[in-house]
């Protein structure tokens, strides 16, 4: 008789974990043990990686981000800051029978949200990402879920030819005033496109520099991925993006812009050169992200992906449940005192 096992994956199996989610069809570098473990030390969580197991062999799993021990309701999520995706991987079968492979799916997610279960946290969040296609087991077992979308670039053919008028004309603005684009890695510049990007929204920006920087550094430490930047014919740098990689596409993961040169074309032609890297480097397709803010997607939009979506799925207890409905209350009787709003301006914020 088969024996399925799941429990906490230890440090010295990190290796193991990593190469299940390099060939999982869920797998992204979001799922990594490294990416894991430099969010949770930034934001102050408990990381931990569920394995399922099936006679001693690892076939799936989550990672999760636990929240503080000493906080009245503990809880769990997959995502977070600067972290889009997580939630369920499972390791890639070789089968072309479609109920062979949802039974393989559904086995390691009944087993990790049994388990997750049985912990007994407060409220349980997994953003699970696009390669997880199949809910079903969730929303028929009392778990809400939320559609969340992407948008996905493919690479191959002339991605120039692909994408819209506007976009090509963008890009050719760009090169007419010595815009040029190349990889170039400097954290601390990188930081304050991003404070300026969302001052033009009248915020600040959701996390702290020093867990961007903390990213940042890992991305760079460990090689897993490229910042680029757009740069004026004087110098000046324009926009800039990060781009991490896995073994199955590259991820536009984050993106910033100097407010004064909106208007040269300078993203464009950054997120151009971006594609044409990423189609070099033989990978299929790029994810843009960016498909859940109506402003961001007008400029992605631009160079023709597909929109792709992704699901998220949520357990909550009762005293959760209770305290949400009680601070949506209060939120909503405060919004109805607060003055007005200052006016929102359409610049392209932070993407991520």
Known sequence: MVRVEVRTVHADESTAWDRLVAASPQGTVFHTSDWLARTAASLNRTPMILGCYEDGALIGGCPLLLSDQSKLLRTASSAALLAPYGGIVTARIESTKRRERELHTNNVIASVCNHITRMRFAHVDLINAPGLE????????????????????????DIFS???????RSINKAEKQGITAEKYFDAG???????????????????????????????REKNLGEMWVARTSSGEIAAAEVVVYDSKMAHRWSAASAGEHLSTGAASLLLSQVAADTAERNYPSINLMAGNMTHLSAFIATFNPDLVPYYGVELSGIRYGILRSVNR????MVSRVAPPALPYRKDPPFQG
């Open 162 to 168: 692909r994408i819209s008028k506007n976009a090509r």
């Open 134 to 157: 199949d809910i079903r087991w969730f929303t028929q077992n009392g778990w809400d879920a939320k559609v969340y979308y992407t948008y996905m670039l493919p690479t191959g053919g």
């Open 329 to 332: 209350l209060m939120r909503g």
């Open 189 to 219: 510049a990188y930081w304050m496109l991003t404070v300026n990007t969302f001052e033009r929204q009248n915020s600040r920006p959701p996390f702290t520099k020093d867990h961007l920087l903390g990213i940042l550094d890992i991305i």
